[in-house]
């Protein structure tokens, strides 16, 4: 078992910055590959960006490439997600998965492990 906890959403304006957290624990770290997918009222979950286990591999959607950056501290257990250049596009309840693949895919249905997500808002 592997308990996540994402924190650092809040309100934010158009062009601004936040960075999101999971935290994870129960199990090594570093044995699961990370990935952060959204879901805003009213539209299907998406995927966000996502990471090996060892960092060597990353990959963004197209809609966040250049403006989010995924990363991790194995050591502490964290995953993060920087958000630059926020839009109110991006508004939307953000979770954090996990799953013992290296370099998991990009379906969320591949993910075994989720946490409660985090609240983005942006407003214009």
């Known amino acids: 078992q592997v308990q996540l906890v994402e924190s650092g959403g809040g309100l934010v304006q158009t062009g601004g910055s936040l960075r999101l957290s999971c935290a994870a624990s129960?199990?090594?770290?570093?044995?699961?590959?990370i990935g952060w997918f959204r879901q805003a009222p009213g539209k299907e979950r998406e995927f966000v960006a996502r990471i090996s286990r060892a960092s060597d591999n990353t990959d963004y959607a197209d809609s966040v490439k250049g403006r989010f950056i995924i990363s991790r501290e194995n050591s502490k257990n964290t995953a993060y997600l920087q958000m630059d250049n926020l839009k109110p596009g991006d508004t939307a309840v953000y979770s954090c998965?996990?799953?013992?693949?290296?370099?998991?895919?990009?379906?969320?249905?591949?993910?075994?492990?989720w946490g409660q997500g985090t609240q983005v808002t942006v407003s214009s």
């Open positions: 129960g199990r090594t770290f570093s044995n699961f590959a």
């Open positions: 998965a996990a799953d013992s693949g290296w370099f998991q895919t990009r379906d969320g249905a591949d993910y075994e492990y």
